[in-house]
């Protein structure tokens, strides 16, 4: 508004008016303004403030530049209020749209985090540890290394649950996580495989190297202090262990470490059992 009244009171108007640029150039100012206008759910956002204004830049730019089409203004006018503010306008834009690109990488990043992750432990959730096992299965096949497998289940945990509520067990199965967590080394993952089942993964470990760590589990997991209100002195745990042999694929290793922990639970818990 403040231009068009300048224009209208100190500059002679171009008889030749340029209608194409007149129309181009005003239809650039209002999607700017439109831009500037549209982005209030964005507020809170580290990039808000640089769109918003660059946005504003522009729209005064481009808005300078059509009425440029009806009267004809001197070089200092041009490089002030049109070049100058498109520049820092697009700046800021610049900014602006470079900050949400990492933004919303960044919450990309969060939210696939999130689908492979259990809550309450930390740990893979059942889909994230599969994928983990499908790539610890190439690795095994490109490196021509074995590869294990170990299925944990705490023994009667539902009488530990039935004692001291689900929020105490909870609290259980999210320390038992950060035991497990600490034990697994570089080749090695573990996620939770479903309710009180925890899976392991061991790249280049053989069977008795991987029943051995299966029985440094059961010690950790014996080891974990529990209430005294429970009738029991510790939580115990039973675990199936298996080889994944040359071909085969590793789905139908994990069956056999499954049908292995079922052997363990049978036979009076509380032991590793491998096939």
Same mark, same amino acid.
């Given at each position: 508004?403040?231009?068009?009244? =300048?224009?209208?009171?100190?500059?002679?108007?171009?008889?030749?008016?340029?209608?194409?640029?007149?129309?181009? /150039?005003?239809?650039?100012?209002?999607?700017?303004?439109?831009?500037?206008?549209?982005?209030?759910?964005?507020?809170?956002?580290?990039?808000?403030?640089?769109?918003? #204004?660059?946005? =504003?830049?522009?729209?005064?730019? +481009?808005?300078?530049?059509?009425?440029?089409?009806?009267?004809?203004?001197?070089?200092? =006018?041009?490089?002030?209020?049109?070049?100058?503010?498109?520049?820092?306008?697009?700046?800021?834009?610049? $900014?602006?749209?470079?900050?949400?690109?990492?933004?919303?990488?960044?919450?990309?990043?969060?939210?696939?985090?999130?689908?492979?992750?259990? /809550?309450?432990?930390?740990?893979?959730?059942?889909?994230?540890?599969?994928?983990?096992?499908?790539?610890?299965? /190439?690795? #095994?096949?490109?490196?021509?290394?074995?590869?294990?497998?170990?299925?944990?289940? @705490?023994?009667?945990?539902? $009488?530990?649950?039935?004692? +001291?509520?689900?929020?105490?067990?909870?609290?259980?199965?999210?320390?038992?996580?950060?035991?497990?967590?600490? +034990?697994?080394?570089?080749?090695?993952? $573990?996620?939770?495989?479903?309710?009180?089942?925890?899976?392991?993964?061991?790249?280049?470990?053989?069977?008795?190297?991987? @029943?051995?760590?299966? /029985?440094?589990?059961?010690?950790?997991?014996?080891?974990?202090?529990?209430?005294? #209100?429970?009738?029991?002195?510790?939580?115990?745990?039973?675990?199936?262990?298996?080889?994944? +042999?040359?071909?085969?694929?590793?789905?139908?290793?994990?069956?056999?470490?499954?049908?292995?922990?079922?052997?363990?639970?049978?036979?009076?818990?509380?032991?590793?059992? #491998?096939?």
């Amino acid at each position: 508004m403040v231009f068009t009244v =300048y224009d209208l009171l100190y500059l002679e108007p171009i008889l030749d008016i340029r209608v194409f640029n007149l129309v181009i /150039e005003m239809s650039f100012a209002v999607m700017s303004l439109t831009l500037f206008l549209s982005i209030d759910s964005l507020k809170g956002k580290t990039f808000y403030y640089f769109l918003s #204004a660059g946005f =504003y830049l522009i729209y005064l730019s +481009m808005l300078v530049d059509g009425l440029d089409q009806l009267h004809l203004h001197n070089e200092f =006018y041009t490089a002030v209020w049109e070049k100058t503010t498109l520049l820092f306008g697009f700046t800021f834009v610049f $900014i602006g749209v470079k900050n949400w690109i990492v933004d919303h990488a960044k919450l990309n990043k969060e939210l696939e985090l999130q689908a492979i992750t259990d /809550e309450l432990t930390g740990l893979y959730n059942r889909r994230g540890i599969l994928k983990k096992f499908e790539i610890l299965n /190439e690795l #095994a096949i490109q490196r021509h290394k074995t590869l294990s497998f170990i299925i944990t289940d @705490l023994d009667d945990f539902k $009488i530990y649950n039935d004692a +001291m509520g689900h929020l105490s067990g909870d609290e259980f199965l999210a320390e038992l996580g950060n035991t497990l967590y600490q +034990m697994v080394g570089d080749d090695q993952v $573990i996620g939770r495989w479903g309710g009180e089942e925890f899976a392991v993964g061991m790249l280049g470990s053989d069977l008795n190297e991987a @029943l051995l760590f299966a /029985e440094q589990i059961r010690a950790a997991v014996v080891n974990i202090p529990i209430p005294d #209100a429970i009738d029991k002195q510790s939580v115990t745990a039973s675990l199936g262990v298996a080889q994944k +042999m040359p071909q085969e694929p590793f789905m139908l290793a994990l069956k056999r470490a499954d049908r292995s922990l079922y052997v363990a639970k049978q036979k009076g818990k509380n032991q590793s059992i #491998a096939n």
